[in-house]
């Protein structure tokens, strides 16, 4: 069992979410893949997919936009967005449409991070990973 999580972020802020979401995950004891995506290659059998992105020009950025773009569908399977922000934070609802018109199942509304995500925002990330984790168990 694995979940994957893939971000893209330029001043790792969207990455600091990332890597909290990968903790919660691995602390229900399910392996957790942490993918930049300027190296993603495919979903493989991952059981539950989180997307994250900063917002730029209230969209995500380019390599998120891409694997959206090419992802294919993703029927029933859990799934999770996020992203930081600095003022309009269009990003994770934009990703958690996209991951919902391919068949993917919100595990939760979309999560957000104004600049540098705080400790509750950290920990709503690691809550956010023991879902995720929770929804491979069945
Ligand atoms: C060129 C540029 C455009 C941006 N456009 C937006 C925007 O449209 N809406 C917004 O909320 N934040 C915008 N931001 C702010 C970033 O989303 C914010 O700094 C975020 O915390 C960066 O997170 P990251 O380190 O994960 O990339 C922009 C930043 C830059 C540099």
Same mark, same amino acid.
């Given at each position: 069992m694995?979940?994957?999580?893939?971000?893209?972020?330029?001043?790792?802020?969207?990455?600091?979410?990332?890597?909290?979401? %990968?903790?919660?995950?691995?602390?229900?004891?399910?392996? %957790?893949?942490?993918?930049? =995506?300027?190296?993603f290659q495919?979903?493989?059998?991952?059981c539950?997919? =989180?997307?994250? @992105?900063?917002? !730029?020009?209230?969209?995500?950025?380019?390599?998120?936009?891409?694997?959206?773009?090419?992802?294919?569908?993703?029927d029933?399977k859990?799934?999770a967005?996020?992203? @930081?922000?600095?003022? @309009?934070?269009?990003?994770p609802?934009?990703i958690?449409?996209q991951?919902?018109g391919?068949?993917?199942?919100?595990?939760?509304?979309p999560?957000?991070?104004?600049d540098?995500?705080d400790? =509750?925002?950290l920990?709503? %990330? !690691?809550?956010?990973g023991?879902?995720?984790?929770?929804?491979?168990?069945?």
């Amino acid at each position: 069992m694995r979940v994957m999580v893939i971000y893209e972020s330029t001043r790792g802020r969207t990455k600091a979410m990332a890597d909290a979401i %990968c903790e919660g995950v691995r602390s229900k004891i399910v392996d %957790c893949d942490l993918i930049d =995506a300027t190296g993603f290659q495919a979903i493989g059998d991952a059981c539950a997919i =989180a997307i994250g @992105s900063s917002t !730029r020009m209230k969209r995500p950025l380019p390599k998120v936009r891409q694997i959206l773009a090419e992802m294919g569908k993703i029927d029933g399977k859990p799934s999770a967005a996020f992203g @930081s922000y600095g003022w @309009s934070g269009e990003a994770p609802d934009f990703i958690g449409n996209q991951m919902e018109g391919l068949g993917g199942k919100l595990v939760d509304k979309p999560l957000r991070a104004k600049d540098f995500p705080d400790d =509750a925002t950290l920990e709503a %990330c !690691r809550e956010l990973g023991r879902k995720l984790a929770e929804s491979c168990k069945g």
